[in-house]
């Protein structure tokens, strides 16, 4: 009889534990990747490019650098950090990769003036994304409630 009591106790658990506590693990294991994508998709918004004119020797080259925003200050400077840069003219400088940046760096410094730098352009895809996270995060669900 014990044995059978058993059986039924173990049953009841084996529901519980495979119709319950499993898909809602996997459900907020899936909401946790759909917020870190839709972040990393907004991470782009903040994208742009500068362009300056370097001259040295008598010989000069619009320098183009591909920059992210880091943080803004209320002079109207922009913290940046350099993703990609090179020269209109190849023959200025030879440098290329990592060198490159860390002589962009160099030249430029940390900050650029923010009415200068060409903002990549955001549409209303990165608009949908926000209000999708913002719904993500206020939405009222009993099996990704956290206790």
């Excluded at 209109?88 to 760096?105: C, D, H, I, S, W």
């Amino acid at each position: 009889m014990a044995i059978f009591f058993a059986f039924i106790l173990a049953a009841i658990l084996g529901y519980i534990y495979g119709h319950r506590i499993r898909p809602n693990k996997r459900l907020q294991k899936t909401l946790r990747e759909l917020k870190e994508k839709c972040s990393a998709v907004l991470e782009d918004e903040k994208k742009g490019v500068y362009k300056t004119i370097v001259t040295e020797n008598q010989k000069s080259s619009e320098l183009v650098v591909e920059v992210k925003e880091l943080a803004v200050t209320q002079a109207g400077q922009v913290k940046v950090q350099y993703l990609g840069a090179y020269y209109k003219n190849p023959a200025f400088r030879t440098r290329k990769g990592p060198e490159l940046l860390q002589e962009v760096q160099g030249l430029l410094g940390d900050y650029l003036p923010k009415q200068e730098i060409e903002w990549y352009e955001v549409n209303g895809r990165h608009a949908a994304i926000k209000e999708f996270v913002k719904e993500l995060e206020t939405i009222e669900n009993p099996h990704t409630a956290r206790k």
